[in-house]
């Protein structure tokens, strides 16, 4: 089955800074790639996603990067705020099996 | 218009109670999912149900028993609780099983003493 590794486990930013949250997976069938966002106390929300058939896609303030060959995929945010602070899921599928999450990113944006 | 809804959303309980958490999408989707979100804010797969036939039984201990009267509704009974089993459960829902997003509940909290 699929493997997502997350990395890192927490990010600490000043307001203003970039972010990246990288990713790693394991099955080479996976072609969908979504990014969830959890702020505190509430539910996971789709952010953005990408698709095998592209190398990036970006919307606003965030972008996802995707290198098939190495087999991982990162999320960019830059001039980041405080509202941005939550934590990050990354996830992969081939679409014949459900999603496989990574362990998730703390992000923390500091004033 | 809420699109999925857990109820309840905060569980407190004993050991060794029997509790369940009932969860509801209006979004028309075919797929449903409950997801266990520990302290470590890992989201684990636990079951999936398609048109009401469960598609997937990950290892998870035969005291919890989903249960999907229709594709609407998707409903976790746990039998026998432990403390490990506190956790937040996510109900989710996808457009059908080959669907890729995920609209998530706003999760049960459930607290065993």
């Known amino acids: 089955g699929e493997n997502v590794e997350q990395h890192p486990s927490t990010l600490s930013v000043q307001e203003g800074d970039s972010a990246v949250i990288k990713c790693t997976y394991s099955d080479s069938a996976s072609n969908y790639f979504p990014w969830y966002k959890q702020e505190l106390g509430k539910r996971p929300q789709l952010i953005i996603d990408?698709?095998?058939?592209?190398g990036e896609k970006k919307d606003q303030r965030i972008a996802v990067t995707l290198n098939k060959t190495a087999k991982h995929f990162s999320l960019h945010i830059t001039e980041t705020q405080p509202e941005d602070s939550a934590v990050y899921f990354c996830a992969a599928t081939s679409g014949y099996s459900t999603l496989t999450f990574g362990k998730g990113t703390m992000l923390l944006v500091s004033p | 218009d809420t699109a999925v809804s857990q109820t309840p959303k905060y569980l407190v309980t004993q050991m060794g109670n029997d509790k369940s958490i009932k969860c509801e999408q209006n979004?028309?989707?075919?797929?449903m999912y409950w997801y266990k979100q520990d302290s470590k804010k890992f989201l684990k797969i636990m079951f999936s149900y398609n048109n009401k036939e469960l598609i997937i039984n990950e290892t998870v201990p035969n005291r919890f028993s989903p249960k999907s009267p229709d594709k609407a509704h998707l409903n976790l009974h746990i039998n026998s609780l432990e403390l490990g089993d506190s956790a937040v459960y996510f109900c989710?829902?996808?457009?059908?099983?080959?669907?890729?997003?995920?609209?998530f509940g706003a999760g049960s909290r459930l607290t065993v003493l």
């Open positions: 989710a829902s996808s457009q059908d099983w080959g669907a890729r997003v995920l609209t």
């Open positions: 979004l028309g989707h075919d797929t």
């Open positions: 990408i698709r095998s058939n592209v």
